[in-house]
């Protein structure tokens, strides 16, 4: 078995009504903090937050709270033809287009779609990490008051003979697109393309049978909208497993599109006790080689090029450590991966290989005592994509140290998904987000 894709009919925003596009997308809810939160809310009655982070506000209950606010914010959107559903099946073809530090330009490809929901224990969805109960249950209300996909589920797909490209370029080479955010709230360039020849989606839907697809971001709102169909599906007697509660809207990516891209995340340590630079760089001698690198009277651009250097220079397993109290960086380059299975004697090698789980079990843990436990209460860690705010936060006093690394690749995710393992927690940063309020998809 493998993977069904299928066109639908989305729901979009009426511009007539609403307005300007950009003042009612938003990014993905969770990175939203509470002022963003209210920020959006007062950026536009229409504002996608009112349905996907909607606000609680005193007096919240089981029987009316926030969920049924969102419902029936919904509901109000579709009498007032805010929100227009489409008239035939589409696919839409979903472009970023984005900068990185490096000020090269890159362009990002993707298709809107519904797949079919199917248990990970089949291979035919696969999922790379591990998630929590807390969002889960937030986002299974929402979908129960109302029974819609606001953002979609990022996936990757493996496409060897570049089929679905192909047929997604011919689409869009030589058409304007039918929306345009020329700045969106991630940073980038937006644009779709809907797709509703009926020929044209019937061979995107057959080049997608071959597939299995990867999630690269939303593996909560991909569970949870697993047991909504097992809710409704247990309360339907006529079930068919043709109803849209047997879809969830994703994105699908190419996994070798050149736009691509995954950034690192890095390890801000904080609160560590009795904490001393001498006994914890002797205690890397002993599975790392270590090379120090003066930075004094560095700029902070130019500490920043220094460790982006190293870590090019150096590749696989290599992290860089500032602590900031000598003014130096230290290289730590793995001596051997074969350690690795002396602490996971039955893990796969896919998994043994990850930078993200060499840094955890090697120094974190093993020479830092931040565990699982730890992990779980946030204690002791915090990440950023920015090796210039790790060194910043070490410098003003907030961290004790940034551990910096590269990032992981496609192929990694690839071969960690299809080994059935998962990586560590904030593994993973696709740049950019996928933002919210382009597209949604109402089951009925």
Request: aromatic share 10%; hydrophobic share 35%; net charge negative.
């Amino acid at each position: 078995m493998k993977a069904e894709v299928i066109p639908f009919k989305g729901l979009r925003y009426n511009l007539d009504i609403v307005g300007d596009i950009s003042k009612v997308t938003t990014p993905p809810y969770d990175i939203i903090s509470k002022e963003e939160q209210e920020y959006f809310y007062n950026l536009s009655p229409y504002n996608s937050i009112r349905l996907e982070l909607p606000k609680e506000l005193p007096g919240d209950n089981e029987e009316y709270n926030k969920y049924k606010r969102a419902g029936e914010t919904l509901r109000e959107w579709l009498d007032q033809k805010a929100l227009l559903r489409e008239k035939q099946d589409c696919y839409y073809i979903y472009q970023q287009e984005f900068q990185l530090d490096n000020n090269k330009t890159y362009t990002r490809t993707g298709i809107i779609g519904l797949v079919r929901l199917e248990e990970f224990s089949k291979g035919i969805i696969l999922p790379h990490e591990n998630t929590l109960s807390k969002p889960k249950a937030d986002r299974l209300q929402l979908m129960r008051a109302c029974n819609a996909n606001f953002s979609q589920v990022f996936g990757l797909y493996d496409d060897s003979k570049q089929e679905i490209p192909t047929l997604i370029k011919d689409c869009f080479i030589n058409h304007k697109p039918d929306i345009v955010l020329e700045k969106s709230v991630v940073g980038s360039i937006e644009r779709i393309w809907i797709v509703d020849d009926a020929a044209l989606t019937q061979k995107i839907s057959e080049a997608f049978k071959g597939k299995k697809i990867y999630i690269a971001d939303g593996h909560h709102r991909y569970e949870t909208a697993l047991a909504y169909r097992d809710e409704l599906k247990s309360k339907n007697p006529n079930h068919t497993g043709k109803e849209l509660y047997n879809y969830v809207m994703m994105t699908l990516v190419d996994m070798k599109d050149p736009g691509l891209v995954v950034l690192p995340t890095h390890r801000m340590v904080n609160n560590i006790k009795n904490f001393d630079l001498d006994s914890l760089l002797e205690k890397f001698d002993k599975n790392f080689i270590v090379e120090e690198y003066k930075v004094e009277n560095y700029s902070l651009t130019k500490k920043q090029q220094t460790i982006q250097e190293i870590l090019d220079k150096m590749g696989l397993h290599t992290f860089v450590l500032y602590s900031g109290e000598r003014q130096s960086l230290y290289s730590l380059s793995l001596k051997s991966v074969d350690v690795m299975r002396e602490y996971h004697p039955n893990r796969h090698s896919s998994y043994l290989n990850l930078d993200v789980s060499i840094l955890h079990t090697l120094i974190l843990d093993e020479l830092l005592d931040i565990g699982e436990k730890e992990l779980a209460e946030q204690k002791n860690l915090e990440y950023t994509h920015s090796i210039t705010e790790g060194v910043d936060e070490v410098e003003k006093g907030n961290q004790q140290m940034t551990f910096f690394m590269s990032p992981t690749s496609v192929r990694q995710i690839q071969d960690v998904s299809l080994a059935n393992e998962k990586m560590p927690q904030k593994s993973t940063y696709f740049y950019p987000k996928l933002i919210t309020g382009l597209v949604f998809n109402k089951f009925c």
